[in-house]
């Protein structure tokens, strides 16, 4: 059986960000939920795709399981690109699956960040990944 997974990504409207719509303190800074220009993957959506398609591992146990699902993991991404930590909002598979979904968001290359006021910023994102099998074609 083949594996296979996909990221359900919400782009109307800029949702990829969370929901909050104030800013957080975190070390002297400030992490904007609303901000002018959004933080983009170098490449686009569809670097993005291929990301994390060509870079997760389907987890053993799950493997095993037959667990399908999704993951939804949320982290920001700072003033120079870089994605900060990522947390695990909701497990909905099990099986490390949670895990994997943190070592990608862990292991992505540094964004564009976003700007507020012509100046970068600091902004959250959710970001969903679907963990399931491919069904045949018989």
């Known amino acids: 059986t083949?594996?296979?997974?996909?990221?359900?990504?919400?782009?109307?409207s800029n949702n990829l960000i969370d929901s909050v719509t104030h800013a957080h303190n975190t070390d002297d800074s400030i992490i904007i939920c609303d901000k002018e220009?959004?933080?983009?993957?170098?490449g686009g959506v569809t670097a993005l795709y291929k990301f994390i398609r060509d870079n997760l591992?389907?987890?053993?146990?799950?493997?095993?399981?037959?667990?399908?699902?999704?993951?939804y993991v949320k982290f920001y991404v700072d003033t120079d690109g870089s994605v900060k930590e990522p947390v695990v909002l909701k497990d909905g598979?099990?099986?490390?699956?949670?895990?994997?979904?943190?070592?990608i968001v862990n292991s992505m290359p540094k964004w564009n960040p976003g700007f507020q006021k012509g100046k970068p910023v600091k902004v959250y994102f959710t970001l969903p990944l679907s963990f399931k099998f491919e069904k045949s074609k018989d």
């Open 37 to 42: 220009v959004m933080p983009s993957f170098p």
């Open 93 to 103: 598979v099990g099986g490390g699956c949670a895990e994997e979904a943190i070592r």
């Open 57 to 71: 591992n389907y987890p053993e146990e799950a493997v095993k399981q037959k667990l399908e699902g999704k993951v």
């Open 2 to 12: 083949a594996l296979f997974f996909s990221i359900s990504t919400l782009f109307a």
